[in-house]
Structure formats: structure tokens, C-alpha cells
């Protein structure tokens, strides 16, 4: 009903006197009739990307199979070819591989089992909290 009403009262005195006049707030109409977002285009590829066979040398040269990305991007740095950022190395192993992983050993903890006091008769089990 009060929809109705701004609808009709709209074209005559505006959105705004419209919702005084029926006692809704402007935010609200206009959440209310607010307009569908325009449609989402495709994402295009980077062009700046690297294709396929560029990503082979950099995460399977034979020299470079025991070496963090960061010593590796160093390496080819001094060497004077610049492919990639160190970043996008650690990118390429994480999406293309699933190389990227911690490799220290993490300590692992037992689960610890919390006392449970009993008591079944009266004085049995003294508690206190420090």
C-alpha cells in the first residue's frame, strides 16, 4: 500500500515529498526499489602473463630443484634474464604444482585430557582456583 502510494504521488511532487507524505524514509525506497547491478563482464587474461612454455624453465630446470623461489629469481637476476617476480614464482608452484608447502616439521600436541573432580560424598574433593 505505501509502495502504491509513492508510486502515485511520485510523478506529482517528487521521490522525496512522496515519502514524507506517506512516512517512509527515502533510504528506504530507494533500497527497496533499487535497480539490478549491470552485468558482470568475463575476466580477460593478463596480457603480461606467462604462457605455458615459459613456465617450464623456470620451475623445472634441473639446477634449480633443491632452491627456494627466492634464491632462484636471484640466480637468473645475476645471470641477466629477468622472467618473472619472485612472487609470481611462488604463484606458479602454489596454482600449477601444489610445490609450495612448509617444510619444517610441525610439533604436533596430544590432546590434553582436563581433570574431572568427583565427589560422592561430602569432603571427599577439595578444589580452589588460583
Avoid at 505505501?2 to 511532487?13: G, K, M, N, S
Avoid at 530507494?30 to 587474461?45: F, K
Avoid at 641477466?80 to 604436533?108: D, F, I, K, N, P
Wanted: aromatic fraction near 4%; charge should be positive; proline fraction near 10%.
Amino acid at each position: 500500500m505505501t509502495d502504491a502510494a509513492i508510486t502515485v504521488l511520485t510523478p506529482v511532487v517528487g521521490v522525496k515529498d512522496a515519502c514524507a507524505a506517506v512516512g517512509r524514509p527515502r533510504a528506504t525506497h530507494y533500497r527497496r526499489h533499487r535497480r539490478a547491478p549491470a552485468p558482470s563482464r568475463q575476466p580477460r587474461p593478463q596480457p603480461r602473463a606467462l604462457s605455458g612454455p615459459e613456465r617450464a624453465p623456470v620451475l623445472h630446470e634441473e639446477r634449480f630443484v633443491d632452491l627456494a623461489p627466492a634464491e632462484v629469481h636471484a640466480i637468473l637476476l645475476d645471470e641477466g634474464r629477468y622472467l618473472c617476480s619472485e612472487s609470481t614464482m611462488y604463484r606458479l608452484l602454489r596454482t600449477t604444482h601444489g610445490q609450495v608447502r612448509e617444510r619444517r616439521r610441525q610439533a604436533v600436541h596430544s590432546p590434553r585430557v582436563k581433570p574431572e573432580l568427583v565427589a560422592r560424598a561430602p569432603n571427599e574433593c577439595w578444589s580452589w582456583d588460583i
